[in-house]
């Protein structure tokens, strides 16, 4: 009688969920303040982590911003403080463990507690997988998501004490769909989403639902890591229509952020056709971009 009751109250829910999906897609959702929080920001040197900055800047947040490039992340500290926000710099190697941790000890003692992470540092290497090198691999995966665990582990004890943050994970569409001569991308990606979905199922476990958890996945990003991507059906997107999609679901809280927004209809679909059909999907996007194929570079 048990089970009867529960699969009846499941299906409530579900059908709940469904109506309330659909009352947001025409009632907009209410945006939370992020003036005064503690940012930290990987890879904000460039791309997608600068104007990430960019958009917390104009929103009064306080800037912690981490780069490799000592000179990239200090062009982005500069013009975030033409805009007014406080900005810290720390030149941080996201594969090397060690380094981040004393980097985050560092960050409590001159600026606080972070009390939001964008993990966006990464790394692609666009070869076949026998022309990959295997410190290729190795690094893709430390900074790609090894990066990520070190950094929540250093950040996430404070954000409990206060049951309050929000950790975003930026992952790719290729953390859901698969594409030639990005294996070690693509399989770091499938395990940043996977990384995204089991915290947020731990910290409901845990009660902890003040911290907040989003994941941002787009399409191929004009940042100059991917030499000339394009393809049939999706666009090739520009950095700013994918930050503002990812701002827009941080001050939302909404936890998957695809963008664009249909390709999670399209992925959604590709579960349920045969292989042979995918297979024809896949042959009508022609999807190009330059890789090391044979040791040679290609465009495929």
């Known amino acids: 009688m048990k089970i009867i009751l529960d699969l009846l109250l499941l299906l409530l829910i579900i059908i709940y969920s469904y109506l309330e999906s659909l009352v947001k897609v025409f009632i907009p959702r209410r945006r939370k303040s992020v003036a005064g929080e503690i940012v930290l920001i990987t890879g904000a040197g460039h791309g997608i982590g600068r104007q990430t900055a960019y958009e917390f800047a104009k929103r009064k947040s306080r800037l912690v911003l981490w780069d490799i490039n ?66 290729e691999i190795t690094k893709t995966f430390e900074v790609n998501i090894l990066g990520h665990f070190w950094i929540t582990k250093a950040l996430l004890p404070s954000m409990i004490r206060r049951n309050h943050g929000h950790i975003v994970t930026v992952a790719s569409v290729c953390g859901h769909g698969v594409i030639p001569y990005l294996i070690p991308y ?22 902890k639902t003040g911290i907040k958890t989003s994941c941002l996945c787009p399409v191929f990003v004009n940042t100059g890591f991917t030499k000339n991507p394009s393809t049939r059906i999706w666009p090739v997107l520009e950095t700013d229509k994918v930050v503002r999609s990812l701002i827009d679901g941080i001050l939302t809280d909404k936890k998957m952020i695809f963008v664009p927004s ?39």
């Open 70 to 135: 000592k000179h990239g992340v200090e062009e982005t500290a500069a013009e975030c403080r033409k805009l007014g926000a406080t900005t810290h710099v720390f030149v941080v190697d996201c594969s090397n463990r060690e380094e981040i941790y004393s980097s985050v000890n560092q960050v409590k003692k001159e600026v606080g507690d972070v009390t939001i992470v964008v993990n966006n540092a990464g790394a692609i290497y666009p070869a076949d997988l026998l022309s990959t090198k295997d410190e």
């Open 186 to 207: 693509c399989s770091s990606k499938f395990a940043a989403v996977g990384f995204h979905r089991a915290l947020t199922s731990e910290l409901e476990a845990l009660g």
């Open 262 to 300: 249909y390709i999670n209809i399209s992925l959604t679909i590709e579960r349920f056709l045969p292989e042979r059909a995918v297979a024809a999907i896949n042959h009508v996007q022609d999807i190009h971009f330059e890789a090391v194929i044979g040791h040679k570079i290609k465009m495929k």
